[in-house]
């Protein structure tokens, strides 16, 4: 009988990774499912700086004019309905052939619903459109 004797000298010490394996894998698994894919779409803006000298428009440029009641005017012809979708399709139709490259400038008026003029800039937006003016005057000039 040996009760305090030695340990048999050739027992190796095995380390079990299948539970580390399941945690990691569970855990890739949670992050996964958990992260969101959808990505937003986002209308960039390139915000022109202040100046006294006043730009010139192009004839070729598309200008959207927005009133206090919310209607919009499409190069001075007026939108027959205020809803997106007519917007969509008056400038669908105006620049059928037309780059999406070109000049867009949307005028509002002081009074219009900030609504009217974020739906003029997702309508563009989502045709294409990627040179976006938000036109204003300088203060002490007056509408």
Same mark, same amino acid.
């Given at each position: 009988? @040996?009760?305090?004797? *030695? *340990?048999?000298?050739?027992? !190796?010490? #095995?380390? @079990?990774?299948?539970?580390? $394996? !399941?945690?990691? +894998?569970?855990? +890739? ?19 022109? #700086?202040? %100046? ?5 428009? @192009?004839?070729? %440029?598309?200008? $959207?004019?927005?009133?206090? @009641? ?6 001075? +012809? #007026?939108?027959?309905? /205020? !809803?997106?979708? /007519? ?13 999406? #490259? *070109? ?11 900030? *609504? ?22 300088? /203060?002490?000039?007056?509408?």
């Amino acid at each position: 009988m @040996n009760f305090g004797g *030695q *340990q048999d000298a050739h027992d !190796d010490i #095995e380390f @079990n990774l299948i539970p580390l $394996i !399941d945690v990691i +894998l569970c855990l +890739l698994i949670f992050f996964v499912v958990t992260t969101t894919f959808q990505q937003q779409a986002l209308v960039r803006i390139d915000l022109p #700086e202040a %100046s006294a000298d006043a730009t010139t428009m @192009n004839s070729d %440029s598309l200008e $959207i004019l927005i009133d206090a @009641n919310g209607r919009f005017y499409l190069n001075q +012809l #007026e939108v027959l309905q /205020s !809803d997106p979708a /007519s917007l969509r399709e008056a400038v669908q139709a105006y620049a059928a052939d037309a780059s999406r #490259e *070109q000049p867009v400038t949307v005028r509002a008026d002081a009074q219009t619903p900030h *609504q009217a003029v974020i739906t003029a800039m997702d309508v563009l937006g989502q045709l294409g459109f990627s040179r976006i003016s938000l036109a204003t005057v300088r /203060s002490g000039e007056g509408g």
